[in-house]
């Protein structure tokens, strides 16, 4: 696409300074945009980035049999009443409740577990009818009382929850490590060095103990402590600060041979609970069993969110000139920029051209603007690859890669190359 | 995928005789499920459809220069105030309102225009910066005293709607225009034999002329009235009922050759609205013109319901057996059925592997249960090709589509042509 007519272009406006680096990045370059506080319209620059994140969980979770359908927001209170939750004072301060006019009650969604066993209660007879999987992107929304800038907390957010439904515990627990490893898959895939994988509470959703995904960012809310793990050591240990009960000398209590425990500041980007029988049984949802028993369904629920990913990705990857994109989300691969007017346009038109045949993802900025100005918005946008075409580079093509400083004089099939080969 | 592992399978049970068509063979086929009067789940087959209509829209929208985003749900009442229509009754009787708990008031969403402008407002500030075009997919929420059972007409659907921006009401005429053609290409692309683009009210949007997209069916809630064309007559009169003005003697206002008007029910499937200056007045939006003088955005809003589109074309294309998808939006190619047990079930595969390879997309009926289940569900589900791999059938498969009812034994090779040629 054309920068010319690509809405928006980015903000030259400074930011207040106590604002949040993803915050001010993706205000910045046009990635978003704050409607109020802790909501946020995805610009295009962002959709594309959101669309590419969910790119990535849809085949890992495709690849583990789950399927993707599409829920209701608006809820009625009777479904949440099954279990208790709609007059949970938890409950109560994050979900928007509110009457219609003719006193209906509703509530808006904050995450989907009713729903989904109300689903199964009209199609999940048998033992035959197991296991299910079902997922969906959707809307959630949260009476946040601490929304702060940028999208890592908002009252309104994009999330992606599974649902997985058994017939044994052994099932559930077999399911739930498949969708673990999935999801270090997924984290891996999108870019991040390292996702650890937490022991936390289950909050409003169970009394047992969840997993947290967790990048480690000093503008984490969450704080974790883990095995700061010696050579050889395979230890895993990691958990949120809210159940960590510590030993003594600063142990690690997940391995016997010294290790310490080091903490951390870190970003909540999913979470997985292995419900149990809470909800089927509340719900009576139930099952018969080879031996014609009756017995409740086990149960478990995993989320992620991939706008709090992004503002993840930003803090993570960034420098003091903007956003540097990891290949696999990046909303283009190409920031292209054309200099010197009119007979250099020509040229750029097919570069530009080619890179569209190749498949390659280009942004070009032809605007009658300073190289300067061209410069600063390449880094600020952060895509992988900054292209030139200008008087000086010739008849080549100058290539910078966002995160190295080095410029390279390459033929347009060099540059093709080098793009496919990452 | 296979059958065995879907959710959901199709329902058994009767449904009572007053539902529509739509609400009956969607929900028996596993389409949608109800969550409460007006709230449908969209399950993995109906989620595949809306897929494959959004494709369609966006390629048709992005050609025309429009770029996706993704706009909140929640709105405060201040923007919403800056036009009155917070306050006007028409739109209280179906936008849904309610305060938080700190008091603070919100609407859920059911169209997007006061939120565009806000937007619009931050970034455009010149002749330069327009025109805009931006379009989302997403959820709309409607306080519907008229709920009926099926997709036609819900308290929550699935909606595209596209808003554009012009510094001059002739381009945004122009661009009127082109979207104009985009949506019936759209809607002929999505397999309707026939979209009659109807003159209308302008709702609580404008008191301007809008135009309607309607699909001539019995079930249709508007009343449309149009030229009954002659041969040679190339008028296009069509008016909603609402804002028809006759002639004597059942004329055609259009045309002077003595065209008689007819009238038919139809579904209203999309709507475009000239919005002219009224949003950017209200609110406060201009743009700097070539002179140095500010003016006002010229806006126009358009509207295409994915969910009520498949309403419309299940009441369009089905017989008394169920469903017959249009390929174009059919949530599989192919209903693959294997027979007479596990020696057939080898075969079955590698016909089911040899789809697959070929991007051909297959569900395929493995379940061990007769072969008469098996028939009744590929009529019902409705996808354009039914395949049999039986003894019956030998080394060869059976091929028949589900709008016409001759089988045909084939090749493998042979059934792969066939059905690329469609």
Redesign the interface.
């Known amino acids: 696409m054309r920068y010319s ?5 980015a ?1 030259k406006q400074e930011f207040k300074e106590d604002l949040s680096t993803n915050a001010i990045l993706l205000t910045k370059g ?1 990635f978003i ?1 704050q ?2 506080a802790g ?6 620059l ?2 594309r980035v ?1 669309e590419n994140i969910k790119n990535i969980i849809r085949e890992e979770l495709n690849a583990e ?1 789950a ?10 209170r009777e ?1 949440w009443d099954q279990t208790g939750r709609w007059s949970d004072p938890e409950v109560q301060k994050i979900m ?1 409740q ?4 003719h006193r209906r009650e ?1 509530g ?1 969604s904050f995450t989907h577990e009713e ?1 989904v066993m ?2 199964l209660s ?2 999940v007879k048998s033992y035959k ?1 197991l296991p ?1 999987a ?1 997922y969906h992107f ?2 959630k ?1 949260r ?1 946040e009382p601490r929304a702060k800038s940028g999208i890592l907390r908002t ?2 957010f ?1 999330m992606k929850d599974l649902y997985s439904a058994h017939a044994t515990e052994a099932d559930m627990a077999d399911y739930y490590n498949k969708i673990k490893d999935a999801y270090i898959r997924v984290f891996k895939r999108i870019g991040f060095p390292e996702v650890k994988v937490v022991e936390a509470a289950g909050g409003v959703f169970t009394d047992k103990k969840s997993h947290e995904f967790q990048i480690v960012s000093d503008v984490g809310e969450d704080e974790i402590l883990f095995c700061d793990r010696k050579d050889k050591c395979e230890c895993k240990f990691a958990q949120n600060k809210e159940i960590y009960k510590g030993l003594p000398d600063n142990k690690c209590p997940g391995c016997s041979d010294g290790c310490l425990i080091k903490s951390a500041r870190a970003i909540e980007v999913g979470n997985i609970f292995p419900l149990g029988t809470k909800y089927s049984e509340a719900q009576k949802v139930f099952y018969t069993d080879e031996g014609g028993e009756q017995k409740p369904i086990w149960f478990a629920s995993y989320g992620i969110g991939p706008t709090r990913v992004i503002g993840a990705l930003v803090e993570v990857f960034h420098d003091e000139r903007g956003i540097i994109w990891p290949k696999s989300v990046a909303p283009f691969q190409v920031y292209l920029i054309s200099l010197d007017g009119k007979s250099i346009n020509t040229e750029a038109q097919k570069v530009y051209e080619t890179l569209n045949e190749n498949n390659i993802e280009v942004l070009w900025d032809d605007r009658d603007t300073s190289a300067g100005e061209k410069f600063a918005n390449a880094d600020l946008l952060g895509f992988p690859y900054r292209l030139v075409v200008s008087e000086k580079s010739g008849d080549k093509i100058e290539l910078k890669k966002r995160e190295e400083g080095k410029e390279e004089l390459l033929e347009a099939s060099q540059v093709i190359s080098k793009i496919n080969e990452g």
């Open positions: 007519t690509f809405f928006p272009k903000r046009g945009d409607l109020m909501s946020y319209t995805l610009l295009p962002g959709f959101v049999g399927q993707e359908l599409l829920m209701p927001l608006l809820h009625p479904i928007y509110f009457k219609d006019v509703y808006l729903i109300n689903l009209k199609f009818d299910v079902v959707s809307t929304f009476n009252r309104e994009f």
